[in-house]
């Protein structure tokens, strides 16, 4: 009996120091811990801090203002010492359901929890998360449902001059028999890559839960790197481990639109695909919704839903790719064909509001039809999961 | 001009706080920072701590003791304010080529570096990576060659009542044409699940460039969850985000072992495999090891080619599966059918060492055949990699 304990206790010493640590004795700390009540506490160990902050966007946003406008940014509140010793701050009220996330300020430095292993890298940075369960945020969720299978997957871009990375999600049962499926290209925003959609987005999660209770149609949806000049996601390429950044070159300059038909191309012919116009999607948020909308006008015969989520309108003023000019004949083009839907959906609060809503006028003015879907907040992964899980369901019906 | 940089600008608040920070003009801090001779500084920024540590395998190991006896841990190093109030260090001496891991310790608060985005979980800890370039650990790099595919792949075992997940790595070019694949079951050690392999153990990247470089056939690496409790990895369960931990139920009780050939049945049925023993292999580190010791013996038609790495030998005095019995007889077949290879390897500071020593000793008097490889260090993931680095090689040649 003393041996087999031992050979289990020997076998964690495969782990590293911090681990071995917790399994020596140190006190295991929850945090977060969500309540019944889904009142949420954060604990942390910091025996020496003199102030420790939880920040995320869990607790009311405060306003900062810079040059450019005033932007509502993550809240924060203090954590007080228990009888513990221990750091900790519980919420006022319960939280409502939704995929949070947060970071602790220790005496002026940012870090995250080392409490909890579950973390999301947002361009160059890292939070913890955590879900608060019902709603809409069962969605989020990985629940006892068939699931699909999400690939990491590299294709050869001629025109970029390149292998490059795409995440795609095959609905379950992909694998089994011979059926054929429709396609939703899902586009990230301005900073994020293939990984953006697959973590943050919780799309395989979304996709095998509405598919599952029979709310969306079983499809492939593919998430693409719309960085033409990146391979991959940082860290995934042959330039190594270096700093994500968000000024990349040759970003919304047109050539990741005229570049798309090769991946087009590739899932057609590498997945069994439902090959034309009315089975394919595209959507996108911010840039993504940019890259969506341009996309979808250049190529009117390509997609046949398109989504615009928090979409960026306006290419900068000095860029001067052919994708950008001629617009008003393409979009009469692209809406002369009726498209099974256009979807636009924002924040109130966003930054793009203005510029998406001169937009819904253009297109009001020529009596094109869309469909809008408002909702409180900015320009935040909140709305871009709420986006997809209204817009998916509208798809191949 | 002035739109189309505040538009940029203006995308860019979809980041979290900390990216937004890091924009308007928090000073970008690289760490670590790689110089060109291999040694490497580690910086931070906490004007308020009175002491920062770094801890990690890049640094000499410390001894320290426990009741089991005396093991390595990370060795420590404390870094010093600069000129420009930043905690640094530098290591004496240039580092050899490797994937390495490190925290700091922050006035005794463990947390990781806020400027290194690249992290790795090893069962309930998160530590930041990095990668000296050169020799072995090239192979540990993405490089400019073609890439496989890698998929998170859920399967049905009605032997354990639940979907389960599982990474597969199918070989580039895999998708194009219609050729048919031999097999690598690549398994996970204790605490692990079925993303060790493809992260802490770079098994992409590795097969990626042993298979460019012709040194490795192409095969399709399977990676499956050896924890029969356990849908999937902490985290991508209906489970939740709970922690991780450790002790999971039926573990090494040879329920994993007799439920295995539903696992090579899904990969047969919906992978161009080749589906006999010749085309075969199964590895594993650790638990991993055990389970490949036990699954390869137990089904001697089934694998050709069987890998120990680091492997535990011997299951607990308690556990009474009939895998763990008669072992002599079936160990007579296994060998009598004449294994292309049996590979044993081991890091000479290894607890395991004397276990696998012994195992040697039987396989010795009896005659059976095996190669072994003996590394320095002990049980951790710098032998895992290299193992696999000379392990695939020798595979279905």
Redesign the interface.
């Known amino acids: ?1 003393r ?18 640590q ?3 004795g140190v006190p ?1 700390i ?1 945090s977060p811990d969500i309540h019944e009540d889904n009142t949420v506490t954060f604990r ?7 102030q420790v902050i939880v ?1 995320g966007d869990f607790l009311p946003a405060e306003k900062i203002t ?1 040059p ?1 406008g005033s ?1 509502d ?2 809240g924060k509140a203090e954590l007080k010492k228990n009888s513990d010793g221990l750091w900790e701050f519980t919420t006022d009220a319960p939280l409502s359901p939704e995929l949070y ?1 947060y ?1 602790y300020i ?7 929890d ?6 999301l ?7 913890n ?3 608060i ?1 019902g709603d809409r945020a069962d969605l989020y ?4 449902v ?9 294709y050869e871009s001629p025109s970029l001059g390149m ?1 490059r ?1 795409m995440t795609v999600y095959t609905p ?1 049962g992909y ?2 028999g011979d059926r054929r499926y429709p396609v939703l290209y899902l586009l990230h ?3 994020g890559d293939e990984n953006a959609w697959s973590e943050l987005g919780r799309t395989a999660q979304i996709l095998d839960n509405l598919i599952a209770s029979g709310k969306a149609e079983p499809m492939i949806v593919v998430m693409p790197n719309g960085n033409v000049s990146q391979e ?1 996601a ?5 330039s ?2 270096t ?2 950044t ?2 990349l070159p040759k ?2 300059d047109g050539t990741f639109e005229t570049s798309f038909p090769e991946i087009v191309n590739f899932i057609d012919a ?1 997945y069994r695909t439902m090959a034309d116009k009315s089975h394919r999607a595209i959507a996108g ?3 993504g919704g940019f890259h969506s909308m341009n996309i979808s006008r250049e190529y009117p015969d390509m997609f046949d839903y398109v989504g615009l989520f ?1 979409a ?1 309108i ?6 001067k790719s052919p994708v950008y000019s001629d617009i008003d004949r393409k979009l009469k083009i692209q809406f002369d064909a009726k498209p099974s839907l256009y979807w636009i959906g924002i924040g109130d609060k966003d ?2 509001y203005d510029a998406n809503r001169e937009y819904r006028e253009t297109l009001d003015a020529k009596g094109y039809p869309y469909t809008y879907y408002e909702t409180p907040d ?4 909140k709305n871009w999961r709420i986006y997809l899980t209204e817009f998916a369901p509208q798809l191949f019906k």
């Open positions: 009996m041996k087999s304990i031992s050979l289990t206790f020997l076998l964690t010493l495969s782990l590293t120091s911090v681990a071995q917790a399994i020596w295991t929850i942390l160990d910091a025996p020496k801090a003199g920040t810079t450019f932007f940014a993550p996330s970071t220790v005496d002026s430095l940012r870090m995250n080392p409490n909890n292993v579950y973390m890298r947002d361009v160059a940075s890292v939070s998360i955590f879900i369960p969720r990985v629940n006892k068939p699931h699909g299978t999400v690939s990491k997957v590299w292998d990375r379950a694998e089994k925003g301005m900073g991959a940082p860290g995934e390429t042959s190594g481990l700093p994500p968000i000024r970003t919304m590498n948020l911010s840039m928090s960026a306006k290419p900068g003023e000095d860029v930054f793009l900015g320009h935040i992964w």
